[in-house]
């Protein structure tokens, strides 16, 4: 496993933007695919974006596309989410998730997760 250390986040207004960061130690980064996920209060946890080995392809959840935009720095082994227009159903307590290799939606694919990190939009 992957250790992952969650900054960022905080309050915003609607419409504002916020950049996530997530960063990884002990283990070779450029191995693990990235993913973000989000648990609003009452619901399940659900897919945000992911993000290949070298970055080269990114994937994102219907809810977020053209708003988020995830990326990551393989020399600073570090995931980021920068989220823009953000709405207030974007509230949630975020986490980073790291797996060897191949990105995948499922959640329980992945099996490094960071502490969460509170976004709270507000109208």
């Known amino acids: 496993q992957v250790q992952l250390v969650q900054s960022g986040g905080g309050l915003v207004q609607a419409g504002g933007s916020l950049r ?3 960063a990884a130690s002990g283990r ?11 648990q ?7 897919f945000v974006a992911a993000i290949t080995l070298t970055g080269t392809n990114t994937y994102y959840a219907d ?19 920068q989220m823009s227009s953000l709405k207030p159903e974007d509230t949630a ?9 191949r ?8 099996d490094s ?11």
């Not at 070779?28 to 989000?38: D, I, L, P």
């Not at 997760?113 to 109208?123: A, D, I, K, N, R």
């Open 20 to 22: 996530l960061s997530c």
């Open 28 to 38: 070779t980064f450029s191995n693990y695919a990235m993913a973000w996920f989000r």
């Open 40 to 46: 609003a209060p009452g619901k399940d946890r659900e």
């Open 63 to 81: 809810s977020v596309k053209g708003r988020f935009t995830i990326s990551r720095d393989n020399f600073k082994n570090t995931v980021y989410l």
């Open 93 to 101: 307590v975020y986490y980073c998730a790291a797996r060897p290799f």
């Open 103 to 110: 990105p995948e939606y499922q959640q329980s694919a992945y």
């Open 113 to 123: 997760w960071g502490q969460g990190t509170q976004v709270t939009v507000s109208s």
